[in-house]
């Protein structure tokens, strides 16, 4: 057999998770690692065909698009090891403080003539407590959310009471972007100022308040296909409506400036196996897309993400706007995610679909077939 011809085995393996998710059943996790081992290209391919039609059927042809807007820079008391904003590492990043109204209607006005859904509020520190500064930045969500032009999602790290994830509610907060970054096996390996689970009472206490997860994490760390595979499954458990995938993009002066780009195709293969354990949720391409996936960044749509971070990124260049949207155009795609809501992501009845399919076991032969090729 030419080694990239399609394995039939493999094939109808993946087919048969395929088919379960499209059928509204789940993966598992033994099941997923087997996706995230595969190695040959022709079944890489054949996977990103699956994801495709699991974004299609789940998420349609609407792709949601985010951008952000760093309200505080630099100077962060933590020490995660990808970012060019924790004062352990001299990186040359801009610093400032808690930005003024202005800069946050201008990053608002842009976004909205760009049709971008919405724009979060991002500050470098390790979280937020109740005081003068939760009040400020309540002020800013508060313009955001009235001004109408975008949704008002924010970043503003670890929160440990109920009352300040209420008061960001009360202020119009929609949404809250809060990775847990890689598995908790990984997570002290790049970062030991805060724990996993710090991020964890984070993310619950903002789920009691009613505000919108938006919850990934950051791949090319140096963690296994394992930490990737149990990234995706702790966010299935959190309850993520967004999931934001990052590609490390090596920041000199930080620990993780010599770390070795991955491969576009591991890139995309993790995806579309994000794709399959998150069948319902925006899967968001976010930094590092244009440095490591290059020309293939059209390619993401096809292995599952429904959502885009576009415009600069925190503290990285990303390619104009303009060239995000072309490339909507030019897939069929369309960039206008006009419900401002997550309510597709709600459990579907299984109408019209053979719900069988939604138990459908996996045959021992095409099981063990996917063996072989784990590394
Ligand atoms: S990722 Fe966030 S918490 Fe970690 S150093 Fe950067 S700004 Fe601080």
């Known amino acids: 057999m030419i080694a990239d011809e399609i394995d039939t085995i493999l094939s109808r393996r993946i ?10 059943g789940q993966v598992d996790r033994e099941e997923a690692m087997d996706l995230f081992q595969l190695e040959h290209r022709a079944d890489i391919f054949d996977l990103l065909a699956w994801a495709n ?17 760093n309200a505080k820079a630099g100077g962060c ?26 800069p946050v209607f ?40 009235e001004g109408g032009k975008v949704r008002a999602d924010a970043s503003l790290g670890l929160i440990k009471e109920q009352a300040v994830a209420n008061r960001l509610k009360a202020a119009g907060l929609e949404c809250y972007g809060h990775n847990l970054e890689s598995s908790r ?19 619950q206490l903002l789920r009691n308040a009613g505000i919108k997860i938006c919850s990934g994490g950051i791949i090319g ?13 702790s966010l299935r458990e959190v309850g993520a409506n967004v999931v934001p995938i990052n590609i490390l993009n090596p920041i000199q002066g930080t620990p993780f400036e010599k770390n070795i780009p991955l491969e576009p195709l591991e890139i995309l293969k993790t995806i579309a196996c994000f794709r399959f354990i998150l069948p319902r949720k925006e899967i968001m391409i976010a930094g590092g897309r244009t440095v490591n996936l290059r020309d293939m960044q059209s390619l993401i749509f096809m292995a599952g993400a429904s959502a885009l971070m576009v415009g600069n990124y925190l503290t990285t ?6 060239k995000d949207l072309q490339m909507l155009r030019d897939l069929g795609l369309d960039p206008s995610w006009d419900k401002h809501e997550f309510v597709d992501q709600e459990e579907l009845a ?23 090729s784990a590394v």
């Open 15 to 24: 087919a048969v998770l395929g088919e379960r998710v499209l059928g509204g």
């Open 53 to 69: 039609r699991i974004r299609e059927t789940f998420k349609g042809n609407k792709i949601h698009l985010c951008s952000i807007v």
């Open 77 to 102: 008391s933590e020490n995660c090891k990808f970012c060019s904003q924790s004062s352990f590492y001299q990186t040359g990043a801009p610093k400032y403080g808690f930005v003024d109204p202005e």
């Open 106 to 145: 201008e990053a608002a006005e842009e976004a909205s003539r760009q049709g971008v859904t919405a724009l979060g509020l991002v500050a470098a520190w390790k979280g937020l407590n109740e005081g003068p500064m939760l009040d400020e930045v309540c002020d800013r969500i508060r313009e955001l959310s």
């Open 185 to 203: 096996r990984f997570f002290p390996t790049h970062c030991t100022t805060h724990t996993f689970d710090d991020r964890l009472r984070t993310i």
């Open 221 to 233: 760390m140096g963690e296994t296909r394992e930490d990737r595979c149990d990234l995706a499954f």
């Open 317 to 322: 260049v990303n390619q104009p706007v303009e």
């Open 350 to 372: 299984l109408t019209g679909i053979d719900a069988t399919a939604a138990r459908q076991p996996i045959d021992e032969d095409a099981r063990s077939a996917m063996r072989p």
